[in-house]
């Protein structure tokens, strides 16, 4: 099996952080976000991955490079214009010749994916959407299926009036290579706004999977800093990281001065310098390379 990442978006919700770094190369936990797609896609056996680049896509193609310090063979397939979410991953369908899974550069997860991949093959499906519970589900797209699990609606953001479920669409899809045949030749073009909706009116086998696990769509800069919060509070730290005091994780090179205060959860990068009687903490994430001057105070803070 394989995968494409869609990471040609310009991140415009999240600026000032992407008016110079393409969001896929965006930090989460001192790491950039685009890795935590590839690590899951890797943790699920899958090692053959496409990425869709248009925005600053030098640095991307740079910083990752062809994928094998990340055990993984990453092959780019650039627009020159924006195709929209389909538009792009029809742009590498001579890459896409199996069952593959598309993701969003900017999405992290802990969801199973064996167990939709097994469920996409047991429904037989075209396309299976990965389903998530949300308490406040109108920033995203709705999705209503019926009680075998195949999708009947797709509601775009919808307004609380619209609402009838809180089940919404990931943007994680397995799709069987057959769908390259209902996209059109000349794109731009989305996934739920052209493609399923059509698939939908014609009965095809659209499925939704309801995905147990974490799940964060990091597109504007409030869930940017809550992603930050879940994964400290669910202590997800990278083993790079050494825990020196009960929610407290260091990077290497780190020098604390003995009057510091810390009070955890607290992720600090490497390389990094906090002077005497600085406070830290708590939900706070420091920058590898980053210098905390004497009696400064962060709360909350990403640096």
């Known amino acids: 099996m394989k995968a494409v990442i869609m990471a040609g978006g310009r991140g415009t919700r999240l600026r000032p952080l992407t008016c110079h770094v393409p969001k896929p190369i965006v930090p ?4 950039p976000v685009m890795e935590y797609s590839i690590e899951w896609l890797k943790h699920h056996g899958i090692t ?20 094998r310090r990340f055990g993984v063979h990453l092959h780019y397939f650039e627009e020159t214009t924006p195709l929209g979410t389909a538009g792009s991953v029809k742009h590498a369908q001579s890459f896409l010749d199996d069952t593959f899974v598309v993701i969003s550069a900017d999405t992290l997860t802990t969801i199973h994916l064996q167990q939709a991949i097994n469920f996409h093959f047991s429904k037989q499906a075209l396309v299976t959407v990965l389903m998530h519970h949300e ?67 014609q009965e095809y086998p659209i499925y939704g ?10 597109g504007i800069i409030e869930q940017y800093h809550q992603t930050h919060v879940d994964l400290l509070n669910q202590r997800l730290v990278s083993s790079h990281y050494k ?12 020098n604390i001065a ?29 920058g590898s390379r980053s210098v905390i001057s004497k009696y400064a105070s962060l709360k909350r803070s990403i640096v």
């Not at 989460?28 to 790491?31: A, R, S, V």
């Not at 053959?48 to 994928?67: K, R």
């Not at 290579?177 to 009116?201: G, K, R, T």
């Not at 999977?209 to 990091?218: K, M, R």
Request: proline share 6%; aromatic share 12%; charged share 20%.
């Open 28 to 31: 989460i936990m001192n790491k």
């Open 48 to 67: 053959d991955i496409a990425v869709t680049v248009q925005y600053l896509s030098d640095e991307i193609i740079e910083y990752f490079g062809d994928g």
């Open 135 to 201: 308490a406040t589900p109108l920033s995203y797209g709705g999705i209503v299926t019926d009680r075998n699990g195949k999708v009947i609606h797709f509601v775009e953001k919808p307004k609380w009036n619209e609402v009838c479920s809180d089940l919404v669409n990931t943007g994680i899809y397995i799709c069987d290579p057959a769908i390259f045949n209902y996209m059109p030749e000349h794109p731009p073009y989305d996934f739920s706004q052209h493609i399923f909706s059509h698939l939908i009116q």
């Open 209 to 218: 999977y309801e995905a147990d696990g974490y799940w964060s769509d990091i």
């Open 243 to 254: 825990e020196i005091a009960p929610d407290v994780w260091i990077g290497e090179r780190v």
């Open 258 to 286: 003995q009057e510091v205060k810390l009070e955890g959860p607290i992720l600090i990068g490497d390389d990094v310098r906090i002077d005497a009687y600085a406070t830290l903490g708590p939900y706070t994430v420091v």
